[in-house]
């Protein structure tokens, strides 16, 4: 007899099978060796109420189940650059195990990271890099390429020409993937036209109303491009209220589940998804390791100034369309 696989235990035997080659390539365990229960690794993130973490979080506990460890997901409900960093100093305060942030503003950011590893506490990054600071390693996307891949599924979608509109809002990484769109068109396809960028603030309440302002001022756009998890969503919703649905192609990002709805019946081209699970997975990991001398690189690999982890870990996106959007959804 067949067993149904859902979504989670497919993305959790992805990212196990992942970790555990690096583990074997590095004779580490794949397994907790004792009890670690007094362990604890928390991650740190920022614009907490949207549904992009869900990856992050379901990865995040099946990691501390899988390592025998506390994990705690927390960070300002909304884009709290201030509040993030002062939350990092309560959570050095309390010296867990090591840190995963996602960083929502670099500056604020650096001072309290230098903080945690002076402290003896390791942090590692996923997605939006902070590299003057002390960080030991960053895991997660190349935002430029992540909107190149986008900018070449915008372009194919609307056949090379047109006005269209890209939107996201201001963090480094999004940045990125905005300047990777641009990128794209300028190298390959001129007759490509950016009319406008939207800043959506990463609200799913605002961002409709964002990018319907932008379709208003500009009647003849032809595509929309999404650089964050909130951008798809609030530009199907302007596009069907515009009824204007086939006529303005829609790239997306990442794989929140109340937009895949949009995928599948037309209203949004595509999405380009960031690994998620995996980079959290293996952030979690490799926290683990640091912590319990799992790495033999060196006898005392922290008294000589070592890290002894990689500096980044770039993790890959899929493109996601009507033809495998159902691999996305959750069970």
């Given at each position: 007899?067949?067993?149904?696989?859902?979504?989670?235990?497919?993305?959790?035997?992805?990212?196990?099978?992942?970790?555990?080659?690096?583990?074997l390539?590095q004779?580490?365990?794949l397994?907790?060796?004792?009890?670690?229960?007094?362990?604890?690794?928390v991650?740190?993130?920022i614009?907490?109420?949207?549904?992009?973490?869900?990856?992050?979080?379901?990865?995040?506990?099946?990691?501390?189940?899988a390592?025998?460890?506390?994990?705690?997901?927390?960070?300002?409900?909304?884009?709290?650059?201030?509040?993030?960093?002062?939350?990092?100093?309560?959570?050095?305060?309390?010296?867990?195990?090591?840190?995963?942030?996602?960083?929502?503003?670099?500056?604020?950011?650096?001072?309290?990271?230098?903080?945690?590893?002076?402290?003896?506490?390791?942090?590692?990054?996923v997605?939006?890099?902070v590299?003057?600071?002390?960080?030991?390693?960053?895991?997660?996307?190349?935002?430029?390429?992540?909107g190149?891949?986008?900018?070449?599924?915008?372009?194919?979608?609307?056949?090379?020409?047109?006005?269209?509109?890209?939107?996201?809002?201001?963090?480094?990484?999004?940045?990125?993937?905005?300047?990777?769109?641009?990128?794209?068109?300028?190298?390959?396809?001129?007759?490509?036209?950016?009319?406008?960028?939207?800043?959506d603030?990463?609200?799913?309440?605002?961002?409709?109303?964002a990018?319907?302002?932008?379709?208003?001022?500009?009647?003849?756009?032809?595509?929309?491009?999404?650089?964050?998890?909130?951008?798809?969503?609030?530009?199907?919703l302007?596009?069907?209220?515009?009824?204007?649905?086939?006529?303005?192609?829609?790239?997306?990002?990442?794989?929140?589940?109340?937009?895949?709805?949009?995928?599948?019946?037309?209203t949004?081209?595509?999405?380009?998804?960031?690994?998620?699970?995996?980079?959290?997975?293996?952030?979690?990991?490799?926290?683990?390791?640091?912590?319990?001398?799992?790495?033999?690189v060196?006898?005392?690999?922290?008294?000589?100034?070592?890290?002894?982890?990689?500096?980044?870990?770039e993790?890959?996106?899929?493109?996601?369309?009507?033809?495998?959007?159902?691999?996305f959804?959750r069970?």
């Amino acid at each position: 007899m067949s067993k149904k696989v859902s979504r989670r235990d497919f993305m959790r035997a992805g990212a196990a099978a992942t970790v555990g080659a690096f583990a074997l390539s590095q004779g580490l365990p794949l397994r907790r060796a004792a009890a670690q229960g007094d362990q604890e690794y928390v991650y740190l993130s920022i614009v907490t109420q949207v549904p992009f973490w869900v990856d992050h979080r379901l990865a995040l506990e099946d990691a501390g189940k899988a390592l025998g460890v506390k994990t705690t997901f927390t960070g300002p409900v909304d884009f709290d650059v201030a509040g993030q960093a002062r939350q990092l100093d309560e959570i050095v305060a309390r010296n867990p195990a090591g840190i995963v942030i996602f960083t929502g503003d670099a500056g604020a950011m650096a001072p309290g990271i230098d903080r945690a590893v002076d402290a003896g506490i390791p942090v590692v990054l996923v997605i939006s890099d902070v590299p003057q600071s002390k960080r030991y390693s960053i895991l997660g996307i190349n935002g430029f390429q992540a909107g190149r891949v986008g900018g070449e599924m915008l372009a194919q979608a609307i056949g090379g020409k047109g006005k269209v509109v890209i939107g996201g809002f201001q963090s480094p990484n999004i940045i990125e993937r905005m300047e990777g769109y641009k990128a794209v068109f300028a190298e390959k396809y001129p007759e490509i036209e950016v009319v406008a960028e939207v800043d959506d603030r990463a609200d799913p309440a605002y961002a409709p109303t964002a990018y319907a302002a932008a379709l208003t001022a500009n009647p003849d756009v032809v595509g929309v491009g999404g650089t964050d998890g909130d951008s798809g969503k609030g530009a199907a919703l302007a596009v069907r209220d515009a009824g204007k649905v086939g006529e303005i192609k829609i790239v997306a990002m990442d794989r929140n589940d109340d937009m895949l709805p949009f995928i599948e019946d037309g209203t949004i081209h595509g999405t380009v998804v960031q690994k998620s699970y995996t980079e959290m997975f293996l952030a979690v990991h490799m926290l683990y390791w640091l912590k319990n001398e799992s790495l033999k690189v060196a006898p005392d690999w922290r008294g000589a100034g070592l890290n002894i982890l990689p500096e980044r870990v770039e993790t890959g996106v899929f493109a996601v369309t009507a033809a495998n959007v159902a691999q996305f959804k959750r069970a």
